[in-house]
């Protein structure tokens, strides 16, 4: 009887051995996670109120085609060209905004359109946002813990690989998801999502002002939005 008790007391301390290592490896992962997360939160605060910049966004699809977006703002200025399809399929779409008003031109093999004081705003809707953004510092710890985190690299550029992070503001697949943030400036460069990838690229403060000419008029044809 003694030795039956003795050997379940050795089993009882086996046991709760595991699950104090299993914590314990738990809290380091959660904390080691949280770190990284909040430096690469507080690095993207240095450019979140930018207004001089431009993100180019290629999203290729699993079927090989791709959408190019290129975003630009310069004070009250902005500028969103958009690029679809190839060949004679091929759509090219610009808007401006000069502070003013809100002029779109799409180009397609057969016709070149443009609409003058269109309202449709959406179309120039871009903010430079913070991916791994949380609503309270409990959210951050949850997804700490969730989320796997891995070093690599993009375009030569060192990069956390953020797999399960799953926050509303960083896009995943149902079977593959991963996010490639910068190390020095804490943006998205790259995701990976069920055999979509997108890819993004930035620059500040040198955007020129010529970027925010409109294309000659004569050579479209008006239409009223």
């Given at each position: 009887?003694?030795?039956?008790?003795?050997l379940?007391?050795k089993?009882?301390?086996?046991?709760?051995?595991?699950?104090?290592?299993?914590i314990?490896?738990?809290?380091?992962?959660?904390?080691?996670n949280f770190?990284i997360?909040?430096?690469?939160q507080?690095?993207?605060?240095?450019?979140?109120?930018?207004?001089?910049y431009?993100?180019?966004?290629?999203?290729?699809?699993p079927?090989?085609?791709?959408?190019?977006v290129d975003?630009?703002q310069?004070?009250?200025?902005q500028?969103?060209?958009?690029?679809?399809?190839?060949?004679d399929s091929?759509?090219?779409?610009?808007?401006y905004n000069?502070?003013?008003?809100i002029?779109?031109f799409?180009?397609?093999?057969?016709?070149?359109?443009?609409t003058?004081?269109?309202?449709?705003?959406?179309?120039?809707?871009?903010?430079?946002?913070?991916a791994?953004?949380?609503?309270?510092m409990?959210?951050t710890?949850?997804?700490?813990f969730?989320?796997?985190i891995k070093?690599?690299?993009?375009?030569g550029?060192e990069c956390y690989?953020?797999?399960h992070?799953?926050?509303?503001?960083?896009?995943?697949?149902?079977?593959?998801n991963?996010?490639?943030?910068?190390?020095?400036?804490?943006?998205?460069?790259?995701n990976?999502?069920?055999g979509?990838?997108?890819e993004?690229?930035?620059?500040f403060?040198n955007?020129?002002?010529s970027?925010?000419?409109?294309?000659?008029i004569?050579?479209?044809?008006?239409?009223?939005?």
């Open positions: 009887m003694e030795k039956r008790a003795s379940l007391k089993i009882l301390m086996v046991v709760l051995i595991i699950l104090l290592l299993a314990l490896v738990a809290v380091i992962h959660t904390m080691r770190s997360i909040r430096g690469l507080d690095k993207f605060s240095a450019y979140a109120d930018s207004t001089n431009h993100v180019k966004t290629t999203t290729t699809e079927d090989g085609s791709k959408l190019v975003f630009y310069k004070g009250d200025k500028a969103r060209f958009i690029e679809s399809g190839e060949g091929l759509v090219k779409l610009a808007i000069n502070g003013e008003r002029d779109m799409t180009e397609t093999a057969e016709e070149k359109i443009a003058l004081g269109s309202n449709n705003s959406t179309l120039l809707e871009y903010k430079l946002y913070n791994l953004e949380t609503k309270n409990g959210q710890l949850f997804l700490s969730l989320a796997r070093e690599g690299e993009v375009d550029k690989v953020f797999e992070y799953c926050n509303p503001n960083v896009m995943y697949g149902v079977e593959e991963a996010s490639f943030f910068e190390k020095d400036t804490g943006f998205e460069l790259k990976h999502m069920d979509t990838i997108i993004r690229e930035y620059e403060d955007i020129e002002d970027v925010f000419v409109e294309p000659n004569g050579e479209y044809r008006l239409q009223m939005d």
